[in-house]
DNA sequence: GCGCTCCTATCGGCTTTCGATATGAGAATG
DNA sequence: CATTCTCATATCGAAAGCCGATAGGAGCGC
């Protein structure tokens, strides 16, 4: 049994992605990098994570996609955060901010 | 269709109930207040989650139960850490604070 | 052509949380 | 006593989400 690894805490996941697109369209392995390096390395996205999570978000409405070419001319699919996406990053955000407060708050009790 | 509640984050609910014994031993039901207590009514713990977590602590050894009598006179399963789970403890709790930390940067990040 | 990298995709398994429900025993009321 | 309330533990099934493994297509260098 090799030593179980840091998993992503369930939840945010749907966070970074909308986080990571708030700054422009990017292509699925675009995402995983930009989430990668605003986490400096904390966060590492699989695909098997990322894809079906992609899939959700735009079913949901809060993702657009679209085919397009990557960067190095391999066949891509772009997203980008629609309105109502913009909306729930606000909201996830709020309520990040809300939990990591009551957990900080709750290990430095005596 | 009700609004979809604040679900614990997976993950976390293991370090608060490690957390809630840290300062002495408790009955379950008794975790379960001293949580909703430490995060300030953030964390609101349910017996179908709180029970089969704690007989999963048991099991990995960090928590040692034992029964007794509540402060009402009712039959009561106590919990205390162990050795393993003070450790644990620390680890998790270090754990947290990375994550947060790595949120908190990206969740900045322009 | 061959291998390498990039890119998307899916499937099965596992863990975890929750809602609902059950059981039993002490306390309070009449 | 009988009923009802609260305390306390317990379990089950459903739903969700992450991951490891695996697959396959397509551009690029040699």
Redesign the pocket.
Known sequence: MPAK?A??L?????LLILKALATGEL????ISRRIEQITRGTFV?????L??????LEEAGWLSGFWGD?????????YRLTKAGGGQLERETEEWTRVASAMTHALKAT
């Open positions: 690894q998993n992503l369930q939840g945010t996941l749907d292509h699925g392995l675009g996205v699989k695909p098997g994570s894809f079906p999570a992609l899939h959700r990557s960067e190095n001319h391999r066949r891509a699919k772009y």
